[in-house]
């Protein structure tokens, strides 16, 4: 038995890569080769196969690549983006529990015309800055 991974239009996609790349590296390819490729990839969002498909084909070579190679790539394109995706999340997006001190357990307030740094009062109640403090405090110990 079979297991479709994936919908009937991405596998058409997928095929289409791998076409693609057998007429850029000027191979033959038969039916069983393309239905492997397509089984190989199936995990793979489609933008990431064909981004792959595009990177290997561009990089070129005397082999034609393999279903491994060209999953690894694809995998490798998801990985960067997901790390771009985090990187260039704005910081305004990130919640805080205390919007006193965003959750870092020390607020800014002005005594007598100065700012001072006071111990917030959402300490005991502070998830984010008891978790905060509790790996802090972990870390310094591990590392004596
Ligand atoms: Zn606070």
Request: with cysteine; glycine share 4%; net charge neutral.
């Amino acid at each position: 038995m079979t297991q479709t991974l994936v919908l009937p239009a991405d596998a058409k996609a997928i095929d289409t890569c791998t076409a693609e790349l057998a007429v850029a590296f000027q191979r033959q390819i038969d039916a069983a080769t393309v239905k492997i490729y397509r089984e190989t990839m199936s995990d793979v969002p489609l933008w990431a196969i064909q981004e792959a498909a595009l990177t290997l084909r561009r990089k070129g070579g005397a082999f034609f690549p393999t279903a491994p190679e060209w999953h690894r790539v694809a995998e490798q394109l998801i990985q960067d983006r997901t790390r771009e995706a985090l990187a260039s999340r704005p910081a305004t997006d990130v919640l805080h529990e205390c919007d006193g001190c965003r959750d870092t357990g020390w607020c800014d307030v002005e005594r007598d015309g100065r700012q001072v740094c006071i111990p917030c009062s959402c300490r005991p109640t502070n998830h984010a800055y008891q978790r905060m403090t509790k790996s802090s405090r972990k870390s310094q110990n591990e590392e004596l």
